[in-house]
């Protein structure tokens, strides 16, 4: 079983950055391909983006491409989403997800193993 605990989300300013971390126990993380998704209150989750398990690939959402940038760190068993030039419309709850299938997925259905959220409100 995988354990997900996400941490770093907080209030910023639009324009301004936050770094999202996703510490990961319970498996052999070099395994595990990790995403991040995002729940805006009254929305449907949605992808933001996710990376291979060896860090070689990696998607994005349209929304966010060139904005937010996802690394990991199989040392440290943590994943990250560093997010830059925030907008009011990236205020949601960030998931960090994980999954052993064969493919980094792009949808909830492709990840098995959940955090349990962190807050990121990005104020106008």
């Known amino acids: 079983q995988v354990q997900l605990v996400e941490s770093g989300g907080g209030l910023v300013q639009a324009g301004g950055s936050l770094r999202l971390s996703c510490a990961a126990s319970?498996?052999?993380?070099?395994?595990?391909?990790m995403g991040w998704f995002r729940q805006a209150p009254g929305k449907e989750r949605e992808f933001v983006a996710t990376i291979s398990w060896s860090g070689g690939t990696s998607y994005y959402a349209d929304s966010v491409k060139g904005r937010f940038t996802i690394s990991r760190n199989n040392a440290k068993t943590t994943v990250y989403l560093q997010m830059a030039s925030l907008k009011p419309e990236d205020t949601a709850v960030y998931y960090c997800a994980a999954t052993s299938r064969r493919l980094p997925g792009r949808t909830s259905n492709d990840y098995d193993y959940w955090g349990q959220g962190t807050q990121v409100t990005v104020s106008s």
């Open positions: 319970g498996w052999t993380f070099s395994s595990l391909h």
